[in-house]
């Protein structure tokens, strides 16, 4: 059997990750961990061959073009257009096409040659690929959370309606979707989403006032893109997952909570009405949801690092500070609120990232600048993408236009 696939953002770390765990599935020494009773043939004939059809990239030019002579896809796409003659250059003797802009991620997203959709492109920007691969049918193994925050509702949708199945790759959904196995839907009495707490776990109101780009780049468990990682330090990624795990699993935001669990072992547990709680447990490495959203529904020996639990001693879990982390409190409340306030919340956000990673605002003014947008925007409901891009464009805005009055109300007068 042959799973062909799409990578939507394979130069990032989870694009990487998926790369590396693909070339390992298809390698002999995968295909030996297969045989059972080393030597029987039943699963050896069964064995899927995972083709890379298309990849794609925002502006590292260079990787991709690596990344294309390596595993030989048969499409690129550079969504930054300026890039697209350098990376032809770059590619050039290659049987490859080039697709640019943001179109050409939508496009390899639909190629009739692939299965499967990987999509780990950071941020809103994966929407329109994610709803078209979903139009087209595609099985959707969803890394993006954004897409799924913002337009949840559309996306289950449009999913449904032409029977694209959507696999969680986040550690959090992907152990969710494993231990709701256990189950049907109405035995489930909650979800738990276990949350690392980041680099400021420990941090009160106060502490973080002053914390630097390098502290909130600093995570003491995973080694992920630039954005999620901030949104790890101020828990807005727990806030987006929040969001996420209600549309994915039509889990009511009742029975949704979060709990801080340092080592990263447990990646998230289901209670189910009788009291029983099923965990899924794993080393902290991305390659382990990826390989399961890949292979699924069979699990197969890979490149992920097996547990040992005797090493690890104990296992912790703490209930989050809302104060230091009020962004978590906001989250929740933008779950139950429903309609735009998810859209505006996220692209506050990114906005928001953008100018502390960029050393323009102070870590501290990112959740104020999210709760600012959320408060003057008007929610509405039942929405079509139109109306959830103008949204998303009007927080952007409105960032910008608060950013700007507030360095006009601090400049120095000057002296005469
Ligand atoms: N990293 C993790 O461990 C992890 C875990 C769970 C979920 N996720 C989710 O997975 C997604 C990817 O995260 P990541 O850490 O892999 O991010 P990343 O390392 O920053 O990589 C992002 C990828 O998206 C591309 N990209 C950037 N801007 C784009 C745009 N405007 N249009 C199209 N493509 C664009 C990048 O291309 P260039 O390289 O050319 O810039 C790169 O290939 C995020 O939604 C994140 O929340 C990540």
Not at 89 to 104: N, S
Not at 379 to 391: C, G
């Amino acid at each position: 059997m042959i799973r062909r696939i799409a990578i939507l953002g394979s130069t990032g770390s989870i694009g990487k990750k998926a790369l590396r765990v693909i070339e390992a599935l298809n390698s002999s020494l995968v295909a030996l961990h297969r045989t059972p009773n080393g030597g029987g043939s039943s699963l050896e004939k069964e064995k899927t061959k995972y083709e890379i059809v298309a990849l794609s990239a925002h502006s590292n030019v260079e990787l991709l073009a690596e990344q294309a002579r390596r595993y030989k896809p048969k499409f690129v796409a550079i969504t930054n257009a300026d890039y697209a003659g350098s990376l032809r250059e770059l590619v050039g003797g290659l049987d490859v096409e080039i697709l640019t802009g943001p179109d050409g991620l939508t496009e390899i997203a639909q190629l009739d040659e692939v299965d499967v959709v990987l999509t780990a492109v950071v941020g809103a920007a994966g929407l329109p690929a994610v709803l078209a691969a979903a139009q087209k049918g595609k099985t959707l193994a969803i890394a993006n959370k954004e897409p799924l925050v913002i337009a949840g509702e559309l996306l289950m949708e449009i999913a449904k309606e032409n029977d694209s199945t959507i696999l969680p790759v986040d550690s959090e959904h992907s152990a969710i979707f494993q231990a709701m196995q256990s189950g049907s839907a109405e035995e489930v009495s909650k979800i738990i989403l276990t949350a690392s707490g980041g680099p400021f776990r420990e941090a009160t109101v106060e502490d973080i006032q002053n914390v630097t780009r390098q502290q909130a780049l600093s995570h003491p468990v995973w080694d992920m893109g630039p954005k999620i990682t901030v949104d790890s330090a101020t828990m807005m990624n727990k806030a987006l997952e929040v969001i996420e795990a209600h549309w994915l699993f039509d889990m009511p935001v009742e029975k949704i909570e979060v709990l801080i669990h340092p080592e990263s072992i447990v990646h998230s547990l289901v209670e189910f009405v009788d009291g029983s709680v099923i965990a899924q447990l794993g080393a902290p490495d991305m390659c382990l949801p990826i390989q399961y959203a890949l292979t699924y529904p069979a699990r197969v020996a890979g490149i992920a690092k097996h547990l040992r639990l005797d090493e690890l001693g104990k296992l912790t879990f703490e209930r989050p500070n809302l104060e230091t982390f009020r962004v978590l409190s906001l989250g929740f409340e933008v779950a139950r609120t429903g309609g735009t306030a998810a859209v505006v919340f996220n692209a506050a956000n990114e906005a928001a990232v953008q100018e502390f990673l960029a050393g323009r605002i102070k870590f501290v003014n990112i959740v104020e600048l999210i709760e600012q947008c959320l408060n003057k925007h008007n929610v509405k409901r039942r929405v079509s993408l139109e109306e959830l891009l103008e949204a998303d464009a009007w927080a952007r805005r409105e960032v910008k236009i608060s950013l700007k009055r507030r360095a006009k109300s601090v400049k120095p007068k000057l002296k005469i």
